[in-house]
């Protein structure tokens, strides 16, 4: 709730409320490693709410390669939807564009490689 509250009004202090709700959600043991997953995702579209860019790169290729491992499609596309919202002001960055070419098989134009 905090994450779609901190879209929508960021400046009333919620990317950090949802930065927080996330954290206290980490810290405690997962079950397995689908919710694991489900939280780095999270954690991921918190740190791009704060402008994280470091912890936010690590989240999401973190949140990706778990996602590949474990099959599942609709992680993979959570977190494919979490990098597309990516900020233009990071997009030239070395480490987006690694996410882009070796996570997310996309080329510079943001087309699909093959």
């Not at 905090?2 to 960021?10: D, G, I, N, S, T």
């Not at 918190?46 to 990706?64: K, S």
């Not at 491992?69 to 959570?78: E, I, P, V």
Request: proline fraction near 4%.
């Amino acid at each position: 709730m905090c994450l779609e509250l901190a879209e929508h009004y960021p400046d009333r202090g919620y990317p950090q409320k949802a930065w927080d709700a996330v954290e206290r959600s980490a810290s405690t043991q997962s079950i397995s490693v689908r919710s694991t997953n489900e939280t780095l995702i999270y954690q991921a579209e918190a740190a791009r709410l704060l402008g994280d860019f470091r912890t936010y790169v690590d989240y999401v290729r973190e949140g990706a390669q778990i996602a590949l491992m474990l099959g599942s499609q609709k992680r993979y596309n959570d977190v494919f939807e979490v990098y597309q919202k990516t900020p233009e002001k990071w997009r030239g960055e070395q480490q987006i564009e690694l996410l882009a070419k070796d996570i997310f098989r996309q080329l510079p134009t943001g087309k699909v490689s093959e």
